[in-house]
């Protein structure tokens, strides 16, 4: 039998001192033989009690010295003695203290590890700002400069800067646009707007707003078959719009030339699953996990080219959250991806 709690220790301690003591009392004093058994009870109760008290109380409070600064820390409390005894109550004192102190040790063990990530990843997002403002503010200074240095009297290159200018400034407005949407939805100050519509039509609406892109990189823009109903959803239509929008145009942008991207629905018990599917260059399985973070890139040369934000997909999964959805992702290098969501049927 284990030792651990007060009661135990003051139970057995005092268990031996009795015995100790209605032994020398038997053996110390001289009395009639009829006499020697009440005696002996007597005195083995008698000191059964003293010690028990005496050694509980010690034990009890020398327990409650110890372990009480152990609970001021893991806990961030002071405890009562009250509080130590119901807390300890049937229980092995030491043993308890040790998966308090276990629990302790991983609960910080997690939330530094957790500190570590958010730390490494606030100073990869404050890198990615600074690069993504930086080019088009050296852009802008660049012409800037020329015009100054005497190409505002030059008429065959003062129109052609200005113009360079206002693309670099607009970029700049699409970053700070984009970083302001992340925040709002993060934070929750945007309500969602929400009305029944047709999301086949919503997607063909996206397929003739990209007609431009789609000619320019010969992507065919198709569904997976012939809709001929209207399938009802419910959420906000002009942040799906959006979502829509930003997948098909990364499908059409990461394509390749002469290949397609194919929406398609399928029914979810009360949801309805949408799929963008293209047979473009892929996405690397070490990459898949970080695709939604805010500036990451897949292929950084060529969305920049291209003029992305590095912001849209983070949008994306925070639209869909605030709908109360999910989104998910497969792909394969060189073979092409599939970004699917649910929405709720209207």
């Keep these: 039998m ?25 053996m110390s004093i001289y009395i009639s033989i009829a006499s020697i058994p009440v005696v002996i009870l007597g005195s083995m109760i008698i000191s059964f009690a003293i010690s028990f008290l005496l050694v509980y109380y010690t034990v009890h409070n020398f327990i409650f010295e110890k372990i009480n600064p152990i609970y001021k820390t893991i806990e961030n409390i002071p405890i009562t003695k009250k509080y130590l005894r119901q807390k300890m109550e049937g229980k092995e004192v030491v043993q308890e203290v040790n998966r308090l102190v276990i629990n ?11 500190l570590r990530r958010m730390e490494k990843y606030r100073k990869e ?7 993504e403002l930086k080019t088009p ?11 100054l240095d005497g190409g505002l009297e030059d008429p065959e290159i003062n129109r052609e800067y200005l113009e360079r ?15 302001e949407s992340i925040t709002k939805l993060e934070t ?3 309500e969602l707007e929400r009305e029944n519509f047709d999301i086949v039509s919503l997607v063909s609406e996206v397929y003739e707003l990209q007609d431009a892109n789609r000619n320019k990189y010969k992507i065919n ?3 997976n078959r012939n809709y001929d109903k209207p399938i009802m959803v419910n959420g906000d239509k002009k942040r799906i719009t959006g979502v829509l929008n930003n997948l098909i145009v990364n499908s059409i942008y990461y394509g390749e030339k002469g290949g397609k991207t194919t929406v398609s629905f399928e029914e979810l018990g009360e949801n309805i699953l949408v799929e963008v599917l293209d047979n473009g260059i892929g996405i690397a399985e070490k990459e898949i996990p970080r695709i939604f973070e805010r500036f990451y890139r897949t292929d950084k040369s ?5 003029g992305g934000t590095g912001l849209g997909l983070s949008i994306v999964k925070h639209i869909i959250e605030a709908h109360n959805q999910t989104i998910t992702v497969r792909s394969e290098p060189g073979v092409g991806s599939s970004f699917s969501f649910t929405l709720k049927k209207a």
Excluded: W
Excluded at 125 to 131: A, D, K, M, R
Excluded at 165 to 179: G, Q
């Design 104 to 114: 302790y040790a991983q609960k910080r063990a997690k939330e530094i590890k957790k």
């Design 221 to 223: 823009l198709v569904f």
């Design 137 to 147: 503010i050296f852009n802008i200074q660049g012409y800037i400069l020329t015009l």
């Design 165 to 179: 200018t206002e693309k670099s400034i607009n970029r700049m407005i699409f970053i700070i646009e984009d970083l």
């Design 302 to 306: 060529r969305s920049r080219d291209r």
């Design 2 to 26: 284990r030792t651990n709690s007060p009661r135990q220790l003051a139970f057995l301690i005092a268990l031996v001192i009795s015995l100790v003591c209605t032994a020398l009392v038997a």
């Design 125 to 131: 997002f404050i890198g990615n700002v600074s690069h």
């Design 188 to 190: 929750g100050e945007f």
